[in-house]
T-cell receptor
Framework: DAGVTQSPTHLIKTRGQHVTLRCSPISGHKSVSWYQQVLGQGPQFIFQYYEKEERGRGNFPDRFSARQFPNYSSELNVNALLLGDSALYLC????????????FGSGTRLTVV | GQNIDQPTEMTATEGAIVQINCTYQTSGFNGLFWYQQHAGEAPTFLSYNVLDGLEEKGRFSSFLSRSKGYSYLLLKELQMKDSASYLCAAYGPNQAGTALIFGKGTTLSVSS
């Protein structure tokens, strides 16, 4: 069975550019959460989506946005990239918004230069 | 506010026992997770404590005291492959929604 898949695995972008990261949840999971993990830190919550609706949002600027599609896959978009956005972006899927059974993907390593 | 504290680094030798402590202060709390994360990889689930007490799972055990806002992860019979970062995370409703609030992680180095 496929786990949580994220693409791309690595990405290098220039300051000011825009980036789109993608996540496919485990089959049957309807909720997707996004986390940002800066080197040497724990993951920080960005968004949770369930049934295509935003169910939670962490303390991130409006440059960060996300959406969930009818097949429950999700995209995270970041505009006007800053050097500080360099991080590992993790996607986690769960059965529902209130389910604590999270499974994490391997992440997308974003480097902003 | 939300605050999760755990030691930054710990070292131990193969075959030993190590205890990684975690204290938490969160506005809403349902339970406490422990994850293992090897460098460059995804966090993998180790344990989830909802009630006070000790949960044992093979070489790994996790303890929770809700009244003290305290948890620990106990690793027995350490192996080299246990060298990793161990993340403590509180789960529950907060102003951001229902989400995991992670500590900064404890890097455990196991030597022979």
């Amino acid at each position: 069975d496929a786990g949580v898949t994220q693409s791309p695995t690595h990405l290098i972008k220039t300051r000011g550019q825009h980036v789109t990261l993608r996540c496919s949840p485990i089959s049957g999971h309807k909720s997707v959460s996004w986390y940002q993990q800066v080197l040497g830190q724990g993951p920080q919550f960005i968004f949770q989506y369930y049934e295509k609706e935003e169910r939670g949002r962490g303390n991130f600027p409006d440059r960060f946005s996300a959406r969930q599609f009818p097949n429950y896959s999700s995209e995270l978009n970041v505009n006007a990239l800053l050097l500080g956005d360099s991080a590992l972006y993790l996607c986690a899927s769960s059965l529902s918004a209130g389910s604590y059974g999270y499974t994490f993907g391997s992440g997308t390593r974003l480097t902003v230069v | 506010g939300q605050n999760i504290d755990q030691p930054t680094e710990m070292t131990a030798t193969e075959g030993a026992i190590v205890q990684i402590n975690c204290t938490y202060q969160t506005s809403g709390f349902n339970g406490l997770f422990w994850y293992q994360q090897h460098a460059g990889e995804a966090p993998t689930f180790l344990s989830y404590n909802v009630l006070d007490g000790l949960e044992e799972k093979g070489r790994f055990s996790s303890f929770l005291s809700r009244s003290k806002g305290y948890s620990y992860l106990l690793l027995k019979e350490l192996q080299m492959k246990d060298s990793a970062s161990y993340l403590c995370a509180a789960y529950g409703p907060n102003q951001a929604g229902t989400a995991l609030i992670f500590g900064k992680g404890t890097t455990l180095s196991v030597s022979s």
